[in-house]
């Protein structure tokens, strides 16, 4: 999946995710208890002020008070909301679990 990550303040550390290699990352909400674990990887090298950063997005994994509420990883076909694994079904027809 392609997507942006948008910045206000840049750091040296958001200058790092520009290394093409897989990064993971955790974002967290300022107002919720709410943490995203990311898996990604940048799509192209941003010069001078990095405000946003176009990247794969390999997999997410969704915390609401340390409870898992989201896991998208589609390499490995997994889309689980709220416990409910929606691909479990497909993995089981193509005998990959």
Do not use: C
Request: aromatic share 8%; hydrophobic share 40%; net charge negative.
């Amino acid at each position: 999946m392609a997507t942006t990550i948008h910045f206000y303040e840049p750091t040296e550390d958001v200058r790092r995710l520009s290394a093409p290699e897989t990064h993971r990352i955790e974002i967290r909400s300022s107002q919720d208890a709410d943490r995203y674990v990311l898996v990604i990887q940048p799509l192209a090298l941003m010069l001078g002020s990095i405000k946003e950063l176009p990247i794969t997005l390999y997999s997410v994994i969704g915390y609401r008070n340390e409870n898992r509420f989201l896991m998208l990883d589609p390499l490995n076909m997994v889309w689980e909301v709220d416990g409910v694994d929606s691909l479990k079904v497909v993995r089981h027809q193509l005998g990959m679990s």
